[in-house]
C-alpha cells in the first residue's frame, strides 16, 4: 500500500491527478475517442485538447466526472493578449471548464514583466471564474526567469502554473522543485512533458514532490504501472 501526503494513493486518486492529453496537430478524431474512452473509464481529472476538438470532447463528456479541458494559443504563445481572450471566449462557448493558455514567453525574456502581468489578468478575467493554467515553457527560460513567470501569473490571479506544453521537452527534477517551491501556498503546479519524458517513477516523483496536476498521454500506463511501482520501492527505506 503507498500514502501520498498522509493519504493512500489509489488508483482512482492518482487517476485525478492526471490531465489525459492529445495535443498533436495531425491527432486523428478517432485518437480523440480512444483517449475520452480511457479517460472515462479511469476518470481522469481531464481531457485536454486543441480547440477544434474541444467541441466534441465536451458532448462527450457531458454527464461524467472528467472535465474538458483546452489549450489556447498552443504551442508558442505568440498571439496578442486580445487574440487569447477571443479563443479562450470562443472554447467556453464550445464548454470547455479548464484553460491552459500559453504565455508569452518571448517578452518574458525581453524582460516586459508587465506585458505578461496584463496578459494574465485578461486571460483569467475572460474565463469568468473557470480554472486557468498558465503554459511557461521552462526549457526556455533560466530558473530566475522561472520564478519570475510563477510571480506573474500568481499576480495575475491564475490557478496553476504550468510547465511545459509538452513539445520541446519536459523539466527535470530540480525544475519541478524550484516551481512547487516557488508557488507554494499561492497558486498549483502543473507539470507537462513529452512522451518519453513520462515514467511511471518520474510521474509519482512529481506527485510525491507536491506537484497537484500532471498532463500526459500515458495516463493509462501511469494508473496500471501503480500496484508494480509498489512493489519495486519495497526495498527503499528513508532514514
Known sequence: MLYLHGQELTAARLAKMIDGSLLNPYATLDEIK?????????????????????????????????????????PFGTGTIESKVAAAKDAIAKAAEILD??????????????????EVKACVEACGGLETRFIIEVCY??????VTACECVIEGGGDFVKSSTGRFGGPDMKIVDLLVKTCAGRCK???????????????????????DIIGTRAAKKII????????????????
Open 34 to 74: 480512444d483517449l475520452v474512452k480511457m479517460s472515462v473509464e479511469y476518470n481522469t481529472n481531464s481531457v485536454c485538447v486543441n480547440p477544434n476538438y474541444i467541441e466534441f470532447v465536451a458532448k462527450e463528456l457531458k454527464g461524467t466526472d472528467v472535465k474538458p479541458c483546452v489549450v489556447i494559443d498552443y
Open 101 to 118: 493558455f500559453v504565455i508569452d514567453y518571448g517578452h518574458l525574456k525581453s524582460g516586459d514583466r508587465d506585458h505578461l502581468v496584463r
Open 141 to 146: 527560460l533560466t530558473p530566475e526567469e522561472i
Open 189 to 211: 503546479v502543473k507539470i507537462a512533458g513529452t512522451g518519453p519524458f513520462w515514467t511511471s517513477s518520474i510521474a509519482l516523483m512529481c506527485l510525491s514532490r507536491g506537484v
Open 224 to 239: 496500471d504501472d501503480l500496484p508494480l511501482f509498489e512493489e519495486m520501492i519495497k526495498g527503499f527505506e528513508i532514514k
